[in-house]
């Protein structure tokens, strides 16, 4: 199975992080990951998906892979579809989730996220929201995480 690396911060990112983060993917990629997984939601998801469209750029001789993940089907998927295909090198919604009421979804598509990646880059700066569950989350499942 390939090795696997996924990202999670606060929505709003209020500092240059592009640097460090491009710095851990970078990193992740030399110790084996070739899929990046995203939501795609957010100031920090943007810097993350940045980040590894400029290192999958740097070694295009590497087969590697930038993965969004939504929690839910919504309208946006169809409507901006061409963005989507451009951007990544899939479009997945979790079938865990067939289920799932969508107040949760983003909750547990992140867990998804997380219990399919070795290696885990967040970005907290609080001790409350999305992003601080999921460093929980990644904590108890014994990730290797990487703060930003």
Not at 98 to 105: F, G, L, M, W
């Amino acid at each position: 199975m390939e090795k696997a690396c996924c990202g999670f911060g606060h929505r709003f990112v209020l500092e240059n992080i592009a640097p460090a983060l491009k710095k851990e993917v970078a990193r992740a990629v030399k110790e084996g990951c070739r899929v990046f997984y995203t939501g795609a939601q957010g100031d920090f998801d943007t810097c993350f998906t940045e980040a590894v469209r400029a290192v999958i750029a740097e070694n295009k001789q590497l087969p590697l892979r930038l993965i969004c993940v939504k929690p839910y089907y919504t309208q946006s998927l169809q409507e901006n579809r061409e963005y989507y295909e451009t951007k990544f090198a899939e479009v997945l919604i979790p079938s865990v989730l067939d289920d799932v009421h969508y107040k949760a979804a983003i909750s547990k598509r992140n867990q998804w996220m997380i219990e399919k990646s070795d290696i885990v880059i967040t970005y907290t700066i609080r001790e409350y929201g999305g992003a601080y569950q999921a460093l929980c989350y990644a904590q108890k499942q014994g990730k290797d995480i990487r703060q930003i």
